[in-house]
């Protein structure tokens, strides 16, 4: 049965960096598009991430381009996502989630955040001064 778990959150200055991590138990990762969605407090949760099976392509929303970098570590059935230059508008529960697409592998580039079965309890990243 797969389970998601998210860690790294916490409390950060504004222009500071975390690197949250999503690990994936129960099932061979390598057949997972996996993603990271936010929602922050009255908003709606919103795709922020994604990254293909093989770590290629990935893809983010606009206002995190150039600030966040996700990776996978397949062997350790790990997904990261490094976020840089922090803004208090980054203030959200961060989740991880994963999409089938099976042993012959997947690319999240088509409907990046959309069709997500399986969902870590998220993590907390509160940007604040």
């Known amino acids: 049965q797969l389970q998601l778990v998210e860690s790294g959150g916490g409390l950060v200055q504004p222009g500071g960096s975390l690197r949250l991590s999503c690990s994936v138990f129960g099932v061979t990762m390598d057949y997972y598009v996996i993603g990271w969605f936010r929602q922050a407090p009255g908003k709606e949760r919103e795709g922020v991430s994604c990254?293909?099976?093989?770590?290629?392509?990935?893809n983010y929303v606009d206002s995190v381009k150039g600030r966040f970098t996700i990776s996978r570590d397949n062997a350790k059935s790990t997904v990261y996502l490094q976020m840089n230059n922090l803004k208090p508008e980054d203030t959200a529960i961060y989740s991880c989630?994963?999409?089938?697409?099976?042993?012959?592998?997947?690319?999240?580039?088509?409907?990046?955040?959309?069709?997500?079965?399986?969902w870590g309890q998220g993590t907390q990243v509160t940007v604040s001064s």
């Open positions: 989630a994963a999409r089938f697409v099976g042993p012959a592998g997947g690319s999240c580039s088509n409907s990046p955040y959309s069709q997500y079965n399986d």
């Open positions: 990254i293909s099976t093989s770590g290629s392509p990935t």
